[in-house]
């Protein structure tokens, strides 16, 4: 099975590009959520972003900044999300890494926060944690 994003990277299938360099494209999401939605894929195929090397990383994001300061100045956009989906269970559907940016507009809009409702009883029990630096086996 051919990987769409691999594909939009070699040019198989047209895309409104937004930013290109040597190891990264960013295009338009085709499901836009927020005017100028645009999905930022490093050009190497892996499907998580533990997959990448500490370099890529550090060029992935380093372009998810020069996108969203690209989006706010030529959109006008007075704000932005981020997101990424990996894996399965956490909704990701192209299993080929990449951030979202979502440009948003005017004041006071909802964050992602607004997906994730507080889960009041894990809320409770990290209140009561021990503090400082923490023991994973100690997490609720
Ligand atoms: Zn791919």
Do not use: W
């Not at 956490?90 to 951030?99: C, D, F, P, R, S």
């Amino acid at each position: 099975m051919k990987c769409i994003f691999c594909e939009i990277i070699n040019k198989n299938i047209p895309s409104s590009i937004v930013y290109e360099d040597e190891g990264v494209i960013a295009f338009l999401d085709i499901n836009p959520r927020t005017r100028g939605h645009t999905l930022v894929v490093p050009k190497r195929h892996v499907s998580s972003l533990i997959e990448l090397s500490d370099e890529e990383v550090c060029e992935l994001f380093r372009d998810v900044k020069k996108c969203a300061e690209l989006l706010m100045k030529k959109l006008g956009a007075t704000g932005f999300n981020i997101g990424l989906n990996n894996g399965r269970s956490a909704g990701q559907l192209i299993e080929h890494v990449h951030v979202h940016i979502l440009p948003r507009y005017g004041d006071e809009g909802k964050g992602f926060e607004s997906a994730f409702p507080i889960d009041e009883e894990l809320s409770e029990k990290v209140k009561n944690m021990p503090k400082g630096l923490i023991d994973f086996s100690t997490l609720p």
